[in-house]
């Protein structure tokens, strides 16, 4: 069975402070593809990222970077220079061999000015 | 640009009622999947079709039915809503093919159950 864990629930940073969230998973598949989503107040999850277990390369867009292990089955997200607009709950995912993704339980992040 | 629509952006339902909680794609994806999210839960996934006329059961499938009977169409019922069905519920669809397996969610129906 699939599981994803995200074990900070809140999150509160100052702007321009760095912030790492995490997120550790739990699957017997050799194939399965990570994914990070933002649901901003409005309620509408926006995609950020995805990866795909052959590729263990870290990704930096931006102010967004993430960093993949499998060793540790870890999943991390880091936001640089943290900014209003990045508040939000953040959402781990993961899709295996059967297609249907499975989420953490979110991690809410508030940046205050 | 590919969309998946919830009909219902805000629903209230009265204990004992059935509900129909209606979703369209029109990106002629093979998949379709429900999932209700709650605060520190995250997104539970409840039920999720392969193909027309086709279901399975996800992580929490009790009190809750699925219909599709048109591949653009995956509709989720409450038989007899109950207030711990209150909840936020989303839509979503992908792609068979693992070339493309990102989900497209809809913007969500915030059901309250009294």
């Known amino acids: 069975a699939q599981k994803v864990t995200q074990a900070q629930t809140e999150i509160s940073v100052v702007e321009k402070e760095d912030v790492t969230l995490d997120c550790v998973y739990e699957?017997?598949?050799?194939?399965?593809?990570l994914f990070w989503y933002k649901q901003p107040p409005s309620g509408e999850l926006v995609f950020l990222i995805r990866?795909?277990?052959?590729?263990?390369q870290n990704e930096i867009s931006g102010r967004y970077s993430w960093n993949f292990q499998k060793s540790t089955s870890s999943f991390n997200f880091t936001i640089t220079a943290s900014q209003v607009v990045d508040s939000a709950v953040y959402f781990c995912?993961?899709?295996?061999?059967?297609?249907?993704?499975?989420f953490g339980a979110g991690t809410r992040l508030t940046v205050k000015p | 640009d590919v969309k998946v629509t919830q009909s219902s952006r805000y629903l209230v339902k009265r204990t004992g009622e059935k509900v129909f909680l209606e979703c369209v794609q029109d990106?002629?994806?093979?998949?379709m999947f429900w999932y209700r999210q709650d605060p520190g839960l995250g997104l539970r996934l409840i039920y999720f079709?392969?193909?027309?006329?086709?279901?399975e059961k996800g992580d929490i499938p009790e009190g809750y039915s699925v219909s599709r009977e048109k591949k653009e169409r995956f509709s989720l019922i409450l038989e007899s809503a109950s207030t711990n069905q209150t909840s936020m519920y989303l839509c979503?669809?992908?792609?068979?093919?693992?070339?493309?397996?990102?989900?497209?969610f809809g913007s969500g129906t915030r059901l309250t159950v009294v």
């Open positions: 990106m002629d994806h093979e998949n």
């Open positions: 995912a993961l899709i295996g061999d059967n297609n249907d993704m499975r």
């Open positions: 979503a669809s992908n792609l068979a093919t693992r070339g493309d397996i990102r989900y497209t």
């Open positions: 699957t017997r598949d050799t194939t399965y593809y």
């Open positions: 079709s392969y193909d027309v006329k086709m279901k």
């Open positions: 990866r795909n277990s052959f590729d263990e």
